[in-house]
C-alpha cells in the first residue's frame, strides 16, 4: 500500500471548500470540504461550465478570468448556504491557466472573526492596565529574560524598556540596577515571593512580588514582577511615629503640669520619691492600665493616690468605688463584689443586687488591704480580671465590666505568696504595674510640707491661727512616725484642736516625746497616763497579733469589731508580717 502524502490528500483534507476551473470556466477539481458546503457530487460535475453548476459564485470566478484581478472575501448570500470565498488566478509563462476558488461557510467565518476581534479587545484592554497601572510590572520569561516592562517600572527603576528588555535579570543584579531579584527567587522556589528593592537609580524602595505561570508540563513558562513604591509609605511611617513621639512629649508635658496641680487634689509631693511615685501614677492613668497594685504601709496615701489615679483618668467621669477587703466576712464580701441574683441564698434581697464590680461600671473600683482577700474570692477576682467578666451570685450568664482595678495593701504580698496565703498567679496579675509609697520617715522633705498642709486645713476648718515654730518642726522631723501620714494628720489636728495658745510646740513635745521615750528618748512629765495607756494597748495589740494571722483573727481576740481593730492597728503603726 502506499502510505505516501499526495498533493491531492492534501487539498481534501484541508478545512477551506475549493474548486479549480479552467481558463475558460471548466470544472476542474472539487476538493471534500467543497463537495460537503456545496453539497455537490464531484463526479456529476467536472468538466461543466461552472456558472451553470453554482449560479452564484460562477458568475464571479468568470469575472476575475476576465479581468484578470483576483478576489478576496467576497461574501455570497446563497440560497442553501451562505460564503465568504477568496479567488485567485493560476499563471504559467504568462498565461492564464485557470482560476483558484477557496471558501468557507460565512457563520464559521464570523465565529473565528469574532474570536480574532475579542482576542483583540481583551488584548488591547491588558495592555491599556499595563500601561496604566501605577504600579511597576515586569514579565520575564522562565529563563528571566525580561519581555517586557510597564511604564511605571521605567519610572520607579529610572530606566527605559528598550535597556532592559531581552537581558536576563542576574546581568541587571550584576550591573546594580537593584540589588536582589525576586524573579530569580520565584525562579528558584517555584512559588509567589514577596521581597523590598532597594533601586540604585532612583533611591526608591520597592516592594516587589513575583508570581510564576506555568505552562501544562508544570515548566514556569512567565513570572510576573509587580513592584510597589514604598518610598513615600516610610517617609508616612517617619511622619507618623514623629507625630507619635510629639504626642508623646506633650502627654509628658501635661503630667508636669499635672504635677503643678497636686495641690489642687490636696495631696503633699516634696520629696522626690514621692514625686516620682506621682508622675508614674499619672503616666498610668493616662496608658488607661486595666489594673494597677499600690503598696505602702499603712497611712502612707495608698487610698489618695488610688483616687487620684481615678481622678486622673479618662475615667473621671465615671464612679470611684472603693471597698477595704479586710472590713467583711468572706461571704458578705463575695456578694458586695460580685452581686447576687435574687434567692441567691437565705437573707438575699428579692430583686437581687449588683455588684461593686457592676458599679463601678466605666470607673474604677479600688480594692483596699487585698492581702486580706480569702483564698476562693481570690480565684474569683483572678478569673474576672482575666475575663473582664463576673458572675452574680446564683447567675448563670457573666456580665461583661468595664473598670479599673486598683488593688492596695500594706502586706509584703511576696512573703504572703511564699506563705501559700496570696495566689501567685493574681499577684502577677496585680503586680504588672505596682507603685510603692516608701514610709514617710524615708521622706522627711514631706513632713514639713504635709505639716504647713494640715495645719493650715486645720486652723481653717476650726477658724484658728495656730502655728508651729522651729522646735515644733524638728520635733516632728524627728519623730518615727510609724503611722506614717495619717499620724502626722491626727497629731496637727490634735494640736490644733487642743492646744493653748497660738504655737504648736509644746503641745506636740507632749505628745510626741512619750512615742521617743519609747525609741530610747526620756519622756516628759505632763499627760503620763494616757502616754501609759497607749503603750499598754499597744503591746497588748502586738501581742495578740503574734497569735493571728488577720484582721479578722485578731478583732475577735481582743472582743472588738474588725474596723476597730483595723483603726487601732494604723493609730499604732503596726501591721502584720
Ligand atoms: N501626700 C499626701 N498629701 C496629703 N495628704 C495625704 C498624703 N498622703 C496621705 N495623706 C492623707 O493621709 C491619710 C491616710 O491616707 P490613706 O488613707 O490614703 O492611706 P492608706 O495608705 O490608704 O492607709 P491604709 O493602708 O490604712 O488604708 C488620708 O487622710 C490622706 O488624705
Not at 471548466?26 to 456545496?38: V, Y
Not at 510564576?212 to 511622619?239: S, W, Y
Request: proline share 3%; glycine share 8%; charged share 25%.
Amino acid at each position: 500500500m502506499d502510505n505516501h502524502i499526495t498533493f491531492e490528500d492534501i487539498v481534501h483534507a484541508t478545512s477551506n471548500g475549493i474548486l479549480v476551473t479552467d481558463a475558460r470556466g471548466m470544472l476542474l477539481h472539487l476538493n471534500r470540504e467543497a463537495e460537503k458546503i456545496l453539497e455537490l457530487q464531484a463526479g456529476q460535475h467536472l468538466g461543466r461550465f461552472i456558472s451553470d453548476v453554482l449560479p452564484l459564485t460562477g458568475p464571479q470566478v468568470m469575472e476575475c478570468l476576465q479581468t484578470g484581478r483576483p478576489k478576496l472575501g467576497h461574501q455570497i448570500i446563497g440560497k442553501k448556504v451562505d460564503l465568504v470565498l477568496s479567488i485567485t488566478l493560476i499563471r504559467k509563462n504568462g498565461d492564464l491557466l485557470g482560476a483558484v476558488c477557496t471558501f468557507q461557510e460565512l457563520g464559521a467565518f464570523e465565529n473565528m472573526a469574532k474570536k480574532l476581534r475579542s482576542y483583540k479587545r481583551l488584548n488591547r484592554q491588558l495592555e491599556t492596565i499595563f500601561k496604566a497601572s501605577s504600579d511597576g510590572i515586569w514579565v520575564c520569561d522562565g529563563r528571566g529574560t525580561v519581555i517586557s516592562i510597564n511604564e511605571a517600572s521605567e519610572r520607579l527603576n529610572g530606566i527605559r524598556a528598550r535597556e532592559v528588555v531581552g537581558r536576563n535579570v542576574s546581568q541587571l543584579v550584576a550591573d546594580g540596577l537593584f540589588d536582589r531579584s525576586v524573579t530569580l527567587e520565584v525562579l528558584k522556589n517555584r512559588g509567589q515571593v514577596s521581597l523590598m528593592q532597594y533601586v540604585q537609580r532612583t533611591g526608591r524602595y520597592l516592594l516587589a512580588t513575583g508570581t510564576p505561570a506555568f505552562d501544562d508540563d508544570g515548566r514556569i513558562h512567565l513570572v510576573v514582577v509587580n513592584e510597589r513604591d514604598m518610598t513615600d509609605l516610610n517617609a508616612m511611617r517617619r511622619e507618623l511615629e514623629q507625630s507619635h513621639m510629639a504626642v508623646r512629649k506633650m502627654k509628658d508635658e501635661l503630667v508636669e503640669l499635672s504635677m503643678l496641680e497636686l495641690k489642687r487634689h490636696g495631696i503633699v509631693a516634696e520629696s522626690p520619691s514621692m514625686q516620682q511615685i506621682l508622675r508614674a501614677a499619672l503616666k498610668l492613668a493616662r496608658l488607661e492600665a486595666s489594673n494597677i497594685l499600690i503598696l505602702g504601709q499603712s497611712g502612707t496615701g495608698k487610698g489618695l493616690l488610688a483616687k487620684f489615679i481615678h481622678q486622673s483618668s479618662d475615667r473621671a467621669r465615671h464612679p470611684f468605688i472603693q471597698i477595704n477587703c479586710a472590713a467583711l466576712p468572706e461571704h458578705l464580701l463575695e456578694a458586695e463584689l460580685f452581686g447576687y441574683e435574687r434567692g441567691a441564698f437565705t437573707g438575699a434581697r428579692e430583686q437581687g443586687k449588683a455588684g461593686l464590680f457592676e458599679l463601678a461600671h466605666g470607673g474604677t473600683l479600688f480594692l483596699d488591704e487585698v492581702g486580706d482577700l480569702p483564698l476562693p474570692l481570690q480565684a474569683k477576682l483572678l478569673k474576672c480580671l482575666d475575663d473582664h467578666e463576673i458572675l452574680r451570685l446564683g447567675a448563670t450568664r457573666p456580665k461583661t465590666i468595664d473598670c479599673l482595678v486598683i488593688a492596695a495593701t500594706n502586706q509584703d504580698l511576696e512573703e504572703q505568696v511564699r506563705r501559700r496565703r496570696f495566689r501567685q498567679d493574681l499577684f502577677y496579675r496585680l503586680n504588672t504595674f505596682s507603685l510603692k509609697i516608701p514610709p514617710l520617715r524615708e521622706r522627711r522633705d514631706d513632713i514639713l510640707e504635709l505639716a504647713r498642709h494640715f495645719l493650715s486645713r486645720y486652723n481653717e476648718q476650726y477658724d484658728m491661727n495656730k502655728r508651729l515654730s522651729g522646735s515644733g518642726l524638728q520635733l516632728l522631723l524627728r519623730h518615727p512616725f510609724a503611722g506614717n501620714v495619717r499620724e502626722l494628720k491626727n497629731i496637727l489636728k490634735r494640736a490644733v484642736v487642743m492646744a493653748e495658745g497660738e504655737v504648736l510646740d509644746d503641745f506636740l513635745r507632749a505628745i510626741l516625746e512619750p512615742a521617743a521615750a519609747e525609741a530610747g528618748q526620756a519622756p516628759g512629765g505632763r499627760i503620763r497616763l494616757a502616754h501609759e495607756l497607749q503603750r499598754t494597748e499597744r503591746r497588748l495589740i502586738r501581742e495578740a497579733m503574734a497569735r493571728c494571722r488577720n484582721t479578722r483573727e485578731l478583732a475577735a481576740e481582743l472582743g472588738i469589731s474588725q474596723p476597730t481593730a483595723v483603726r487601732k492597728m494604723q493609730r499604732y503603726g503596726l501591721r502584720f508580717r
